[in-house]
């Protein structure tokens, strides 16, 4: 029998060389709303750009880059 299960969404941001993961705070957010959401806790948000989804380790993974520092 075939069986489905929703994956979970995580967001992946670094901070300091480390990776963050930060929890979907709501699965009716689109990722540009969750980003919006995030840039409370971590500012360096605000000029960030979302890459993904990527689908790894059963989870929808999508990363916040930040922009700043870089030229172009």
């Known amino acids: 029998m075939l069986q489905t ?6 967001f992946i941001h ?12 709501n ?7 969750v980003l919006n959401f995030y ?4 500012p360096i948000l605000t000029n960030a750009r979302i890459v ?3 689908i790894k380790n059963d989870e929808i993974q999508y990363r916040f880059e930040s ?5 172009g």
Not at 27 to 33: C, E, I, K, L
Not at 39 to 42: A, D, I, L, P, V
Not at 67 to 71: E, F, I, L, N, Y
């Open 14 to 25: 670094k901070e300091n060389g480390q990776e963050v993961r930060l929890t979907d705070p």
């Open 5 to 10: 299960t929703q994956l979970e969404r995580i």
């Open 67 to 71: 922009t700043m520092g870089t030229k």
């Open 39 to 42: 840039t409370g806790t971590y």
């Open 27 to 33: 699965d009716r957010m689109n990722p540009d709303m």
């Open 52 to 54: 993904g989804p990527e």
